[in-house]
């Protein structure tokens, strides 16, 4: 049997191979909703325009309803001779309402059906993601509420540089997290126009109502050229460059995660819910959900890569490349859609060791700064001889095996004769944060300001959506 959906010019069924490298049923599969909707919205239209009669749009109407009920349901029966999901409705539509099916392909083609299909789908999966990140928000400014006084070690070259405190470290990927929903947004944005009606590539020759079936499938507008109508897939790239960025953000985080947990470092802590044991050595306490986070980007920045190197070489308009869109795009957004809900899950997990945190933090004469700081404020000195000043007080306390603030004053005199005992106010962890109170800065009070900021902010969007 030749195809049915263009049997007139073949009388030979494909090759074996030909049907399995051209086959996309496993993949668009997915697109089922979006590809009924678009249909019902294109029927509708042809009716309105006169362009198919009243009765066959209501037919049309209902049968695809009931695919959307066969598929959701289990039922449907994907065959992948039929190559896609649009020749899998469409023919299921025929067994279901008869000629009458044939009118739904009138002025549009595969090529503008899987542009609209594909954007819709994409716009579902960022409303998605949207959603999962702004949890995440949620959970990482409850946690820095709870812990905006909490003193931990702030790391520079990973070494200990000055205290900070564990709110401000989770309020800095509360930061990140809304650049990423930005970025989501704004790609949301460009790609909600409407391709619908550009045909193969061409346009049509009906009176067709882009405008119409552009609103009543969400869109902004119909897109304005019907080549870049077909041929365009910024859509995907922008969306996988938001999800990119977003991953290698979480991957940053869940390598902190395992970092903090080794028992070299002991910061925090996750609990039996978000570790797995070993088989072999009991005392094994893995954290294999932030390690498969960070793993997980390799697949977002893998399928975006895939996909540049998919367009790169495509002259206009449709080419069957672009096919290849879709498996890689739907494996990396759903790969960080697990990624962003299991960092939310851990975030609301872990548990810091305050006490281990507050000496880590004072460790490596992390408050070195805030005494060079008191030589400057206090003794007027220039900043670069306070450095150095205090180089050589941290090279004393060093020798004798203390903390800064274990050094006699009598030595540090030895260093600088004018430091007086008033210097050790500012050489606890706790003095070090509550001095930064430059806007951005770690104390203690704008942690908690920033994060209440944030949670009216998270709270009023919800309220709005
Ligand atoms: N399965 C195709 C895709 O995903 C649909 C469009 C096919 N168009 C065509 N002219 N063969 O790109």
Do not use: C
Not at 17 to 43: C, F, G, P, T, W
Not at 147 to 160: C, I, R
Not at 218 to 233: I, K, T
């Amino acid at each position: 049997m030749s195809n049915k959906m263009w049997g007139g010019r073949f009388s030979e069924r494909p090759d074996a191979i030909m049907e399995e490298i051209n086959v996309s049923i496993d993949v668009d599969r997915h697109l089922y909703a979006q590809d009924i909707a678009a249909s019902k919205a294109h029927a509708a239209m042809l009716a309105a325009q006169g362009i198919i009669t009243a009765v066959d749009a209501k037919n049309i109407a209902k049968g695809l309803d009931t695919i959307l009920s066969e598929i959701a349901k289990g039922s449907f029966d994907f065959k992948r001779a039929l190559e896609d999901i649009h020749m899998n409705v469409e023919n299921r539509l025929g067994e279901l309402i008869g000629p009458a099916a044939g009118r739904l392909h009138t002025a549009r083609s595969r090529n503008d059906q899987v542009a609209t299909d594909f954007r819709l789908y994409v716009r579902d999966t960022i409303d998605e993601l949207d959603a999962a990140l702004a949890a995440f928000q949620g959970a990482l400014v409850e946690r820095a509420i709870e812990h905006a006084a909490t003193v931990m070690p702030g790391f520079t070259h990973l070494q200990t540089a000055q205290p900070v405190t564990f709110g401000h470290h989770l309020l800095a990927y509360v930061e990140m997290a809304s650049r990423d929903r930005g970025r989501f947004a704004d790609a949301r944005k460009r790609l909600n126009e409407s391709p619908l009606g550009a045909a193969a590539l061409a346009g049509t020759s009906f009176p067709i109502d882009r405008e119409a079936t552009a609103r009543a499938l969400g869109f902004e507008r119909p897109m304005a050229n019907s080549l870049d109508a077909v041929s365009d897939r910024d859509f995907v790239l922008e969306t996988l460059s938001a999800a990119a960025i977003a991953a290698v953000h979480l991957s940053r985080f869940a390598e902190e995660i395992v970092i903090w947990t080794s028992p070299l470092v002991g910061l925090v802590r996750l609990s039996d819910k978000f570790t797995t044991g070993s088989s072999i050595m009991p005392q094994k306490r893995n954290p294999d959900a932030a390690e498969l986070v960070r793993a997980k980007t390799g697949r977002v920045i893998g399928a975006l890569t895939a996909l540049l190197i998919v367009m790169k070489g495509l002259p206009l308009a449709y080419q069957k490349d672009m096919q290849e869109d879709k498996e890689g795009a739907m494996e990396a957004l759903s790969a960080l859609s697990l990624a962003v809900r299991a960092m939310t899950g851990m975030v609301g997990d872990l548990t810091p060791d305050d006490a281990r945190m507050k000496v880590a933090a004072g460790g490596g004469y992390a408050t070195a700064t805030d005494l060079a700081d008191w030589l400057v404020r206090t003794l007027k000195m220039p900043f670069r001889d306070a450095h150095h000043v205090t180089g050589r007080i941290v090279a004393l306390a060093s020798k004798e095996g203390v903390a800064l603030h274990e050094l006699p004053l009598k030595a540090m005199r030895e260093v600088e004769p004018k430091i007086t005992a008033e210097v050790f106010n500012v050489l606890s962890v706790e003095a070090s944060v509550k001095s930064r109170t430059s806007f951005g800065g770690t104390a203690p009070k704008n942690v908690l300001a920033q994060a209440k900021g944030w949670l009216k902010r998270l709270e009023k969007e919800q309220k709005f959506d």
